[in-house]
């Protein structure tokens, strides 16, 4: 029997995942009897397992009349096989942390899973399960189709998706990324369960698929498993590919779209060929040039000739666009920023791009690349990009691409593929009115009238799942120092790379600090911060930076990543960008234009007044969270102010240094003493705490939006949980049972049993004095009344009643599984470890909620949400049009 085999095989990996021995490969690589592929990266960073199984087919795979298959049935992925019904699976993800989801792309499908070593036998049998069949009930489908209507009608509810679907549709007429690959209603109201199992049996094969693997494993027990649960599994005939379809050269036009932004945006868009073609890196390199700040792309911006300029580019199997955009204030002539980024482009191609730039891109693309060696997902993701975009050996083989690309190069394929005679134009302009798309009234599935089915046991191999997980422990760091600066100075050592990171946090929070009548001070200040010291301007330092190949980011939220040879340079660099900006007048003048026209445009959308209508609604009138900066409060701002609020807020005794990485903890406290020892702070430190509140009135809040069909919906109330208490931990638990996964009250209540959700979800926000408990969704309006009272129904019951034991016991595995993720990448770490220094909580808080998640009880979590949820006292926020009236 193939579970009792993997059964051994499960506990075999888990052994050797902790510590492989000294033979076990970095990476594993097959091709089994049936054609799938198998590659395996062993990354020991963190206790986490991440399985991308993708197969090859995509929208572009699906036709025009029905343009949503490949994603209706990803979707029905989720809904259950012949072996295990849709509940059972739904199980097996939460008991495992429910980091689960897929997606359908252009040219292939992935599903994803982020695992815990012990469970990746289960998930390998999961995926194996899906590609032998999926159970596709008709009722199922009826209540899933649903859902991906309610996902389409919130992409078209956005007026950004609008006219970014208008513009892809125009750039690649005459091929399969034309058309929406989420697909439309018309497409949905036609397609059947015999169309979804014809695009499964047809697609869904292992001569089809790469299953990647990459984490704490031991890769040859792991390849073991694998061939277990796969090799069994025939390949079958594909479809026969057809010729790829060759569009019509892209003549030159113009297009225009309304947006409810603040801001209008030019697009330039060229179509180019695609990952797979042998100009790839030439084309990566390319657009990191003109991208650079000191080329004549950023100096539009810089010099106030636009609110932000960029160049990008994104690719697919059989076709590529190349894009720049430019940013303009809302109320003025796009023409004139056209004509500005098109002489930028024209300047491009005419003197070619300057060869210090090329050579910038490419030294910051080779080194930059062990970055992603921090992280196992950067590292999935690498690889992913390698095997399945790009169709070559490794990530390895796309840095040896980048580092051979020559300015002559990069100058050729300029002059061949970004020429004005085949560029397509697209304004998206600030409207103030805006019409809903024609394809409104997404009803989504009715009310069935079910009740949930009794669950059935989990099928035995799935049963290791349930049994509790051994509880982490997160490992203190090797510093922790407080310097004679007040700088508070953490570091912790790791050298499976010669990286260093540093990531720094100053405690600031500008509604506390502006003061009166200078809001807004705060954002002139960080936006300021990148232009140069008085030794050094903007160029000469991000030429200092580019010649390094590191990076470093400024402002209230500093740091750095080099490599290690880099690291002293890099340092000083920052240190001296950080600590002594120049704030010079005419760089100050335009950035406080800049900033004053951008905000002019924010406060007049739609998205802003709903946003100030429920602020207004959960706080006293005067609060500091109700403080806004005006066009008129950030024009009057002075250099003055700048430096004022500078020397006031940007203080070492408000700030946590983390160094993370290749480097020991006395050489990090010398190195940091040397660079940010001189700092010091005069003034008396600022109040960032905000005084807590008095519980507001219920208020109930409806706003229209503009051009949109579906509704977007908060439930909020003010909640007495601070950060870092046992209670609010003990919540984050039950809020699990409530709202985490497909097997989650709210999901099984309002998209797994009626599909009236794309997506919901709650939380608790929570700060020194206040806390908020909120749920969001989107829905129909029509669905609205039904929605709300489900939800209200579902936390009536989490007040009354304990929750289910073995409900409990299946979230309470699942976040002790996820919980140790937080260290799958050396930034996240780091990041971590400041957000609790930054509000003096301890660096063991992870420990101490362990524990309360260990001690929680069904009873104790009745008790808590009885006393600090009340749904009469819930306020509610409706953004969208009007929902029937009860």
């Given at each position: 029997?193939?579970?009792?085999?993997?059964?051994?095989?499960?506990?075999?990996?888990?052994?050797?995942?902790?510590?492989?021995?000294?033979?076990?490969?970095?990476?594993?690589?097959?091709?089994?009897?049936?054609?799938?592929?198998?590659?395996?990266?062993?990354?020991?960073?963190?206790?986490?397992?991440?399985?991308?199984?993708?197969?090859?087919?995509?929208?572009?795979?699906?036709?025009?009349?029905?343009?949503?298959t490949?994603?209706?049935?990803?979707?029905?992925?989720?809904r259950?096989?012949?072996?295990?019904?849709?509940?059972?699976?739904?199980?097996?993800?939460?008991?495992?942390?429910?980091?689960?989801?897929?997606?359908?792309?252009?040219?292939?499908?992935?599903?994803?899973?982020?695992?815990?070593?012990?469970?990746?036998?289960?998930?390998?049998?999961?995926?194996?399960?899906?590609?032998?069949?999926?159970?596709?009930?008709?009722?199922?489908?009826?209540?899933?189709?649903?859902?991906?209507?309610?996902?389409?009608?919130?992409?078209?509810?956005?007026?950004?998706?609008?006219?970014?679907?208008?513009?892809?549709?125009?750039?690649?007429?005459?091929?399969?990324?034309?058309?929406?690959?989420?697909?439309?209603?018309?497409?949905?109201?036609?397609?059947?369960?015999?169309?979804?199992?014809?695009?499964?049996?047809?697609?869904?094969?292992?001569?089809?698929a790469?299953?990647?693997?990459?984490?704490?494993?031991?890769?040859?027990?792991?390849?073991?498993?694998?061939?277990?649960?796969?090799?069994?599994?025939?390949?079958?005939?594909?479809?026969?590919?057809?010729?790829?379809?060759?569009?019509?050269?892209?003549?030159?036009?113009?297009?225009?779209?309304?947006?409810?932004?603040?801001?209008?945006?030019?697009?330039?868009?060229w179509?180019?060929?695609?990952?797979?073609?042998?100009?790839?890196a030439?084309?990566?390199?390319?657009?990191?040039a003109?991208?650079?700040?000191?080329?004549?792309?950023?100096?539009?911006?810089?010099?106030?000739?636009?609110l932000?300029?960029?160049f990008?580019?994104?690719?697919?199997?059989?076709w590529?666009?190349?894009?720049?955009?430019?940013?303009?204030?809302?109320?003025?002539?796009?023409?004139?920023?056209?004509?500005?980024?098109?002489?930028?482009?024209?300047?491009?191609?005419?003197?070619?791009?300057?060869?210090?730039?090329?050579?910038?891109?490419?030294r910051?693309?080779?080194?930059?690349?062990?970055?992603?060696?921090?992280?196992?997902?950067?590292?999935?993701?690498?690889?992913?990009?390698?095997?399945?975009?790009?169709?070559?050996?490794?990530?390895?083989?796309?840095?040896?691409?980048?580092?051979?690309?020559?300015?002559?190069?990069?100058?050729?394929?300029?002059?061949?593929?970004?020429?004005?005679?085949?560029?397509?134009?697209?304004?998206?302009?600030?409207a103030?009115?805006?019409?809903?798309?024609?394809?409104?009234?997404?009803?989504?599935?009715?009310?069935?009238?079910?009740?949930?089915?009794?669950?059935?046991?989990?099928?035995?191999?799935?049963?290791?799942?349930?049994?509790?997980?051994?509880?982490?422990?997160?490992?203190?760091?090797?510093?922790?120092?407080?310097?004679?600066?007040?700088?508070?100075?953490?570091?912790?050592?790791?050298?499976?790379?010669?990286?260093?990171?540093?990531?720094?946090?100053?405690?600031?929070?500008?509604?506390?600090?502006?003061?009166?009548?200078?809001?807004?001070?705060?954002?002139?200040?960080?936006?300021?911060?990148?232009?140069?010291?008085?030794?050094?301007?903007?160029?000469a330092?991000?030429?200092?930076?580019?010649?390094?190949?590191?990076?470093?980011?400024?402002?209230?939220?500093?740091?750095l990543?080099?490599?290690?040879?880099?690291?002293?340079?890099?340092?000083?660099?920052?240190?001296?960008?950080?600590?002594?900006?120049?704030?010079?007048?005419?760089?100050?003048?335009?950035?406080?234009?800049?900033?004053?026209?951008?905000?002019?445009?924010?406060?007049?959308?739609?998205?802003?007044?709903?946003g100030?209508?429920?602020?207004?609604?959960?706080?006293?009138?005067?609060?500091?969270?109700?403080?806004?900066?005006?066009?008129?409060?950030?024009?009057?701002l002075?250099?003055?102010?700048?430096?004022?609020?500078?020397?006031?807020?940007?203080?070492?005794d408000?700030?946590?240094?983390?160094?993370?990485?290749?480097?020991?903890?006395?050489?990090?406290?010398?190195?940091?003493?040397?660079?940010?020892?001189?700092?010091?702070a005069?003034e008396?430190?600022?109040?960032?705490?905000?005084?807590?509140?008095?519980?507001?009135?219920?208020?109930?809040?409806?706003?229209?939006?503009?051009?949109?069909?579906?509704?977007?919906?908060?439930?909020?109330?003010?909640?007495?949980?601070?950060?870092?208490?046992?209670?609010?931990?003990?919540?984050?638990?039950?809020?699990?049972?409530?709202?985490?996964?497909?097997?989650s009250?709210?999901?099984?209540a309002?998209?797994?049993?009626?599909?009236?959700?794309?997506?919901?979800?709650?939380?608790?926000s929570?700060?020194?004095?206040?806390?908020?408990?909120?749920?969001?969704?989107?829905?129909?309006?029509?669905?609205?009344?039904?929605?709300?009272?489900?939800?209200?129904?579902?936390?009536?019951?989490?007040?009354?009643?304990?929750?289910?034991?073995?409900?409990?016991?299946?979230?309470?595995?699942?976040?002790l599984?996820?919980?140790?993720?937080?260290?799958?990448?050396?930034?996240?770490?780091?990041?971590?470890?400041?957000?609790?220094?930054?509000?003096?909580?301890?660096?063991?808080?992870?420990?101490?909620?362990?524990?309360?998640?260990?001690?929680?009880?069904?009873e104790?979590?009745?008790?808590?949400?009885?006393?600090?949820?009340?749904?009469?006292?819930?306020?509610?926020?409706?953004?969208?049009?009007?929902?029937?009236?009860?």
């Amino acid at each position: 029997m193939r579970w009792i085999m993997r059964i051994g095989m499960g506990l075999l990996a888990c052994a050797l995942s902790g510590a492989a021995r000294a033979d076990e490969p970095a990476v594993l690589r097959d091709t089994l009897a049936n054609g799938l592929r198998v590659v395996i990266v062993r990354d020991a960073l963190a206790p986490m397992v991440a399985t991308r199984l993708v197969y090859l087919a995509g929208s572009a795979q699906s036709s025009a009349d029905f343009p949503g298959t490949a994603h209706a049935v990803e979707h029905m992925m989720f809904r259950g096989t012949r072996d295990l019904d849709a509940n059972q699976l739904y199980r097996i993800i939460q008991a495992t942390g429910g980091v689960a989801n897929a997606m359908t792309g252009t040219d292939y499908t992935q599903y994803l899973f982020n695992i815990a070593p012990a469970d990746l036998g289960v998930i390998l049998h999961v995926e194996a399960d899906r590609m032998r069949g999926i159970a596709l009930d008709p009722n199922q489908w009826a209540r899933e189709r649903g859902a991906i209507e309610q996902e389409v009608s919130a992409d078209r509810s956005n007026t950004g998706y609008r006219a970014a679907e208008q513009f892809n549709a125009a750039l690649f007429a005459g091929t399969p990324y034309a058309w929406r690959g989420v697909g439309t209603r018309e497409s949905f109201d036609a397609t059947d369960i015999e169309r979804l199992r014809q695009f499964h049996d047809s697609w869904y094969a292992p001569n089809n698929a790469v299953l990647l693997i990459v984490g704490d494993v031991a890769p040859r027990a792991t390849l073991a498993m694998v061939r277990a649960d796969f090799a069994d599994i025939p390949r079958r005939a594909l479809p026969r590919p057809g010729a790829p379809k060759v569009p019509p050269p892209l003549a030159p036009r113009t297009l225009s779209a309304p947006t409810d932004a603040g801001v209008g945006t030019v697009t330039i868009g060229w179509r180019t060929p695609g990952l797979r073609d042998p100009d790839m890196a030439t084309r990566l390199i390319l657009a990191d040039a003109i991208n650079n700040r000191r080329g004549g792309l950023g100096r539009l911006s810089v010099e106030g000739r636009g609110l932000g300029a960029y160049f990008s580019y994104s690719g697919r199997r059989d076709w590529g666009q190349a894009i720049a955009t430019i940013r303009f204030p809302r109320g003025a002539d796009p023409a004139r920023y056209l004509a500005d980024l098109q002489a930028v482009l024209a300047d491009f191609r005419a003197h070619g791009v300057p060869p210090e730039l090329v050579e910038a891109a490419k030294r910051a693309r080779v080194k930059h690349a062990a970055f992603d060696r921090n992280s196992i997902l950067g590292l999935t993701q690498t690889w992913l990009s390698a095997l399945v975009e790009r169709d070559v050996s490794d990530p390895d083989e796309l840095v040896r691409q980048c580092a051979t690309v020559t300015p002559a190069a990069v100058n050729a394929l300029m002059a061949r593929e970004l020429a004005p005679d085949h560029a397509l134009i697209q304004v998206d302009l600030p409207a103030e009115h805006i019409a809903p798309p024609h394809d409104s009234g997404f009803g989504g599935a009715e009310s069935f009238g079910d009740r949930p089915v009794p669950d059935a046991p989990l099928p035995q191999w799935a049963q290791s799942v349930l049994a509790p997980p051994p509880t982490p422990h997160f490992a203190p760091p090797a510093a922790d120092w407080r310097l004679p600066n007040g700088l508070r100075l953490i570091v912790r050592p790791n050298h499976r790379t010669h990286t260093i990171l540093l990531r720094a946090r100053i405690h600031e929070n500008a509604n506390m600090e502006e003061p009166a009548g200078q809001d807004g001070v705060a954002r002139l200040t960080a936006s300021l911060m990148p232009f140069g010291t008085a030794a050094r301007d903007r160029v000469a330092t991000e030429a200092a930076a580019d010649a390094l190949g590191s990076s470093i980011d400024v402002g209230p939220t500093f740091g750095l990543a080099a490599q290690t040879a880099d690291f002293g340079p890099t340092l000083a660099l920052l240190a001296d960008t950080e600590l002594h900006p120049a704030f010079r007048e005419a760089d100050l003048a335009i950035m406080r234009d800049k900033l004053s026209q951008a905000q002019k445009g924010f406060l007049q959308t739609p998205a802003h007044a709903f946003g100030r209508a429920v602020r207004a609604a959960m706080v006293p009138a005067g609060d500091p969270s109700l403080r806004e900066d005006t066009p008129e409060t950030i024009g009057r701002l002075t250099r003055d102010d700048v430096l004022a609020y500078f020397r006031r807020a940007y203080r070492p005794d408000m700030t946590v240094i983390e160094l993370i990485g290749d480097i020991e903890p006395q050489a990090a406290r010398t190195a940091i003493l040397s660079a940010f020892g001189g700092w010091t702070a005069k003034e008396p430190k600022p109040e960032v705490i905000e005084p807590p509140i008095a519980d507001p009135p219920v208020a109930r809040v409806q706003m229209d939006g503009e051009g949109r069909t579906q509704d977007r919906i908060i439930l909020a109330q003010a909640v007495p949980l601070r950060r870092g208490t046992a209670e609010t931990a003990l919540f984050e638990l039950g809020n699990g049972v409530l709202s985490r996964g497909f097997s989650s009250r709210l999901y099984q209540a309002l998209r797994v049993r009626t599909g009236y959700v794309y997506g919901v979800s709650s939380m608790a926000s929570t700060s020194e004095t206040r806390g908020t408990f909120l749920i969001a969704l989107g829905a129909d309006p029509a669905k609205v009344p039904r929605v709300e009272a489900e939800i209200l129904s579902i936390l009536d019951d989490m007040r009354a009643h304990p929750v289910g034991a073995e409900e409990l016991e299946r979230v309470r595995s699942g976040y002790l599984r996820t919980l140790p993720f937080a260290g799958a990448s050396l930034d996240a770490i780091a990041l971590r470890d400041i957000g609790l220094a930054t509000h003096d909580l301890p660096l063991d808080q992870p420990d101490r909620d362990i524990a309360t998640a260990n001690a929680a009880t069904p009873e104790r979590i009745r008790d808590l949400f009885a006393r600090i949820v009340h749904p009469p006292g819930l306020s509610t926020f409706v953004y969208g049009p009007a929902p029937p009236q009860d």
